[in-house]
């Protein structure tokens, strides 16, 4: 078994997500940390757990180069990732090992999750459904992935477990998707056999870590390298059935909405503008009614909507928040 952490400036997250690693119920592990170029205390804090890591260090190249870094060196029958930010329950890897080692049939397998974010309050759960959790049912083989995952947008980085043998044959993933680089990972590898799924919440997700001005600037440069829809999909498209089309067009609709929104973000309203045109029916959410409404009046209504929208973002992401103390 293979965990790979990929961290930058992660001083404040990292011993977390290491100790929720370490703590798992699974024993037969190993454990992978790439410092993808921090400038903080990252590396001291990973190597100060000797042996019980590998820790890797490279100049940053993004989160996904440093997954693959670490997958290069994986040498586990099965393989995984988690975000430094982020954290496990205990039984997280038992689960999952436990799930594909009785269901030969499936590539990969994913679990529920919960996620905080520094804008809201609120915790929203992956699937929505599992807020209730008598509601969660039976883990299982997923009959149709794409047709599960446009309903319920069940998957996200840190909630998959995949064998070594599905990255031997698929690959790592894109590392010049610098957004949703993770979905288009997920939706390539399932184009290879059958998912599971363990409904329980055994990842916490936790982006409440950076606020005000950090927050914003930590966006801002990720969102100026967003790529466009049609790039985001190429290597997916080509393999997928026919009976996944459908399915998988919600999903890029999703991914669409969020492409939108980063553009608008950093300025690039233009660009924007052509996702939003090329994808208008299938953009979801409000944000989707947002883009729609200002598509009405051409260019000339989005450009309002654009620098209105922005005006609004720099308020809202550098109001000063207090800092939530990390859980035991």
């Given at each position: 078994?293979?965990?790979v952490v990929p961290a930058f400036n992660a001083e404040r997250s990292l011993r977390r997500c290491i100790e929720s690693v370490?703590?798992?119920?699974?024993?037969?592990?190993?454990?992978?940390?790439?410092?993808?170029?921090?400038?903080?205390?990252?590396?001291?804090?990973?190597?100060?757990?000797?042996?019980?890591?590998?820790?890797?260090?490279?100049?940053?190249?993004?989160?996904?180069?440093?997954?693959?870094?670490?997958?290069?060196?994986?040498?586990?029958?099965?393989?995984?990732?988690?975000?430094?930010?982020?954290?496990?329950?205990?039984?997280?890897?038992?689960?999952?090992?436990?799930?594909?080692?009785?269901?030969?049939?499936?590539?990969?397998?994913?679990?529920?999750?919960?996620?905080?974010?520094?804008?809201?309050?609120?915790?929203?759960?992956?699937?929505?459904?599992?807020?209730?959790?008598?509601?969660?049912?039976?883990?299982?083989?997923?009959?149709?992935?794409?047709?599960?995952?446009?309903?319920?947008?069940?998957?996200?980085?840190?909630?998959?477990?995949?064998?070594?043998?599905?990255?031997?044959?698929?690959?790592?993933?894109?590392?010049?998707?610098?957004?949703?680089?993770?979905?288009?990972?997920?939706?390539?590898?399932?184009?290879?056999?059958?998912?599971?799924?363990?409904?329980?919440?055994?990842?916490?997700?936790?982006?409440?870590?950076?606020?005000?001005?950090?927050?914003?600037?930590?966006?801002?440069?990720?969102?100026?390298?967003?790529?466009?829809?049609?790039?985001?999909?190429?290597?997916?498209?080509?393999?997928?059935?026919?009976?996944?089309?459908?399915?998988?067009?919600?999903?890029?609709?999703?991914?669409?909405?969020?492409?939108?929104?980063?553009?608008?973000?950093?300025?690039?309203?233009?660009?924007?503008?052509?996702?939003a045109v090329t994808y208008r029916e299938m953009l979801e959410g409000r944000f989707g009614r947002l883009w729609r409404w200002?598509?009405?009046?051409?260019?000339?209504?989005?450009?309002?909507?654009?620098?209105?929208?922005?005006?609004?973002?720099?308020?809202?992401?550098?109001?000063?928040?207090?800092?939530?103390?990390?859980?035991?």
């Open positions: 078994m293979s965990v370490l703590g798992q119920t699974y024993p037969d592990r190993e454990l992978i940390i790439v410092d993808d170029g921090s400038s903080d205390g990252t590396a001291a804090i990973a190597a100060s757990y000797g042996e019980r890591i590998t820790l890797i260090s490279q100049e940053n190249h993004g989160e996904c180069a440093a997954r693959n870094a670490g997958f290069s060196l994986a040498c586990g029958e099965y393989i995984t990732f988690v975000d430094h930010d982020d954290y496990w329950d205990p039984s997280f890897l038992e689960a999952c090992v436990g799930f594909l080692a009785t269901h030969p049939e499936a590539v990969a397998v994913s679990v529920g999750s919960d996620h905080r974010s520094a804008l809201s309050d609120t915790v929203r759960y992956m699937p929505a459904s599992l807020e209730d959790d008598t509601r969660a049912g039976e883990a299982r083989v997923l009959d149709d992935f794409f047709g599960f995952w446009a309903i319920n947008n069940h998957v996200c980085a840190g909630s998959v477990l995949l064998r070594g043998s599905l990255y031997d044959e698929a690959g790592g993933q894109r590392e010049d998707l610098v957004l949703s680089g993770d979905l288009e990972y997920w939706a390539y590898l399932a184009t290879f056999g059958p998912w599971g799924f363990i409904p329980r919440v055994l990842l916490h997700v936790d982006g409440t870590q950076a606020a005000g001005e950090g927050l914003y600037q930590k966006f801002y440069q990720r969102y100026l390298c967003c790529a466009t829809v049609a790039e985001w999909e190429r290597r997916v498209v080509s393999r997928l059935c026919p009976d996944n089309l459908g399915a998988f067009r919600r999903v890029r609709g999703r991914v669409a909405t969020w492409y939108v929104f980063a553009k608008v973000f950093v300025g690039r309203d233009r660009e924007a503008y052509q996702e200002g598509l009405l009046g051409g260019m000339a209504s989005w450009r309002v909507l654009a620098a209105l929208l922005r005006a609004r973002i720099r308020v809202q992401y550098r109001m000063p928040r207090t800092r939530r103390a990390l859980p035991l």
